[in-house]
């Protein structure tokens, strides 16, 4: 994959973006420790006669978006990135019918000169890419797909504890339920997390605690069976 695309793979695997919103990715999706996804390239974006090059996301309308906090080395990556390329000003219509502006990052750099890239072309360099580092099955096909670095923030989120509604709400799922469907067997398993916590409130007390005085029984503590 060419290096101008290197930043989008630690967008999709940093911050759980799809390729298209990578893609799409502009200078006002930056914020202080967090990015602000609000588009994505549409599938047409590539032609010329193409005027909505940008669409709202997945199961989204125009003007509403998702914020995804930003681990330190994805802030590193797009300074990087912006150090050697700025970003261009591209100008779409949106579906509304007004006129919009961006300045997006992984847009042609020349007016004529190029085509802006779609998820469907990205994918095939992003699989050629891994063809040419020797990351293939035993078919010989690409082990991976843009489709596994979003997978990737998902499962490290969710296996190191991070609340599934949480990972749900940042990758832009419209329910829950499809990231439980999806990564619900991540969670780390609850059935030994709920005997130690059980047993920490509930064992017998300590000897040298076991005669403790009404004041000091914790505010709020229950003290009969419900």
């Given amino acids: 994959m060419a290096n101008s695309k290197k930043l989008t793979v630690y967008l ?26 609000r588009w994505q390239v549409s599938a047409k974006a590539h032609r010329a006669d193409c005027r909505t090059a940008f669409v709202p996301c997945k199961n989204r309308v125009e003007g509403e978006y998702r914020d995804v906090p930003t681990a330190p080395f994805v802030d590193q990556e797009i300074e990087a990135h912006l150090s050697w390329r700025a970003p261009v000003p591209v100008v779409f219509t949106g579906q509304r019918g007004k006129r919009l502006r961006l300045e997006v990052f992984f847009a042609p750099r020349q007016r004529g000169k190029g085509t802006m890239p779609t998820a469907s072309t990205y994918g095939y360099h992003f699989k050629k890419a891994c063809r040419l580092a020797g990351l293939i099955d035993v078919d010989g096909k690409a082990k991976y797909t843009p489709r596994s670095l979003r997978h990737f923030f998902a499962s490290i989120a969710l296996a190191h504890g991070v609340p599934i509604h949480e990972v749900s709400r ?7 339920k499809t990231t439980i469907d999806i990564y619900g ?11 130690e ?6 064992r017998p007390a300590p000897l040298d605690a076991a005669v403790q005085s009404p004041e000091e029984v914790r505010p709020g503590a229950c003290t009969q069976a419900a």
């Fill in 197 to 202: 916590v059980l047993q920490n409130a509930m």
């Fill in 185 to 195: 067997h991540l969670v780390p398993r609850a059935w030994h997390r709920c005997r």
């Fill in 170 to 176: 940042w990758l832009g799922h419209r329910s829950v």
């Fill in 12 to 37: 999709q695997s940093g911050t759980g973006q799809r390729p298209s919103e990578a893609l799409a990715f502009s200078s006002e999706c930056r914020r202080a420790g967090f990015v602000r996804i």
